[in-house]
């Protein structure tokens, strides 16, 4: 399992499930142009798959596999949750508008 940043009060109880635990970390690292099929092999069966993931969405990582995806991966992700919290802002506001 790779070094994680130790923010105080995170729970990091997670890791100690994770299915990576003793594999290379470079494994989780591949070089730009080479498979990650093999990582994301070792993290489909993990079950803090979801925790490894939201990990990595909240704290930016821009390298590397977490929770089976890749950065491009998670930036689609990063991208969806912005519109939607977007979208979310401009629904409250219509609806303040509507009442007042
Ligand atoms: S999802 Fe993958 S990288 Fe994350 S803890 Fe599990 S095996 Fe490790």
Request: hydrophobic content about 30%; aromatic content about 8%; glycine content about 8%.
């Amino acid at each position: 399992m790779r070094n994680l940043t130790i923010e105080e009060g995170t729970d990091f109880s997670w890791k100690q499930d994770a299915n990576c635990l003793g594999i290379n970390p470079d494994l989780f690292y591949p070089e730009r142009g080479v498979s990650s099929a093999q990582a994301k092999s070792v993290c489909r069966g993990c079950t803090v798959k979801e925790q490894c993931l939201e990990y990595a969405l909240q704290n930016g990582e821009k390298f590397g596999i977490w929770g089976g995806m890749s950065e491009r991966e998670r930036r689609v992700i990063r991208r969806e949750r912005r519109l939607q919290r977007h979208q979310n802002v401009v629904t409250l506001r219509s609806s303040r508008q509507a009442v007042s």
